[in-house]
T-cell receptor
Framework: NAGVTQTPKFQVLKTGQSMTLQCAQD?????MSWYRQDPGMGLRLIHY???????DQGEVPNGYNVSRSTTEDFPLRLLSAAPSQTSVYFC?????????????FGEGSWLTVV | AQSVSQHNHHVILSEAASLELGCNYS??????LFWYVQYPGQHLQLLLK??????LVKGIKGFEAEFIKSKFSFNLRKPSVQWSDTAEYFC????????????FGDGTTLTVKP
């Protein structure tokens, strides 16, 4: 199993550009989430999904869109990048069965908006 | 809404000292509780988790945590820290009725001096 795979690992964007962070998991987990990590602020939930076709907002959803067309994939879209979106982004997945809802994280995507 | 509070932002210890990191959560219902560790430059990894049963939970690398329901606390402990424990530690909670939405604390940076 590859676990949770995020791409790209590093990205520099100009203000106003759009981009998509890709996330895929091969563990057949129902739940998937996107977090951003900023110094001193821990991990903040952006959006999450409890299954294909179902998404919901987290703590800091503004400026981001998500969709969940398949169980495996959960892309995060930045519609018009702003410097405030410079952060490290983590995709995560979990399941209420089997692994007992342990959250598995991807390796992170470092995004800089200039 | 659920929330997590970690009391210590930065802890500095000498090797062999005992460690206790505080974590309190806010949620009125039944919860799942987690401690994650993030070593420098790496993604988050599970240290331990509590779902039910014995409130004293043992995890990897000699860590343990005690769930005290009356205090809404889930403090992390280790009797004797090592230099390799230097990392950032995150407490997390999700509600049993909405386990796809996990909330993390701001994190505690632990520095262990050799």
């Amino acid at each position: 199993n590859a676990g949770v795979t995020q791409t790209p690992k590093f990205q520099v964007l100009k203000t106003g550009q759009s981009m998509t962070l890709q996330c895929a998991q091969d563990m057949n987990h129902e739940y998937m989430s996107w977090y951003r990590q900023d110094p001193g602020m821990g991990l903040r939930l952006i959006h999450y999904s409890v299954g294909a076709g179902i998404t919901d907002q987290g703590e800091v959803p503004n400026g981001y869109n998500v969709s969940r067309s398949t169980t495996e994939d959960f892309p995060l879209r930045l519609l018009s990048a702003a410097p405030s979106q410079t952060s490290v982004y983590f995709c995560a997945s979990s399941s209420p069965t089997g692994s007992g809802n342990t959250i598995y994280f991807g390796e992170g995507s470092w995004l800089t908006v200039v | 809404a659920q929330s997590v509070s970690q009391h210590n932002h930065h802890v500095i210890l000498s090797e062999a000292a005992s460690l206790e990191l505080g974590c309190n959560y806010s949620y009125g219902g039944t919860v799942n509780l987690f401690w994650y560790v993030q070593y420098p430059g790496q993604h988050l990894q599970l240290l331990l988790k509590y779902f039910s049963g014995d409130p004293l939970v043992k995890g990897i690398k000699g860590f343990e945590a005690e769930f005290i329901k009356s205090k809404f606390s889930f403090n992390l402990r280790k009797p004797s820290v090592q230099w390799s424990d230097t990392a950032e530690y995150f407490c997390a909670v999700n509600a049993r009725t909405n386990a796809g939405k996990s909330t993390f604390g701001d994190g505690t940076t632990l520095t262990v001096k050799p």
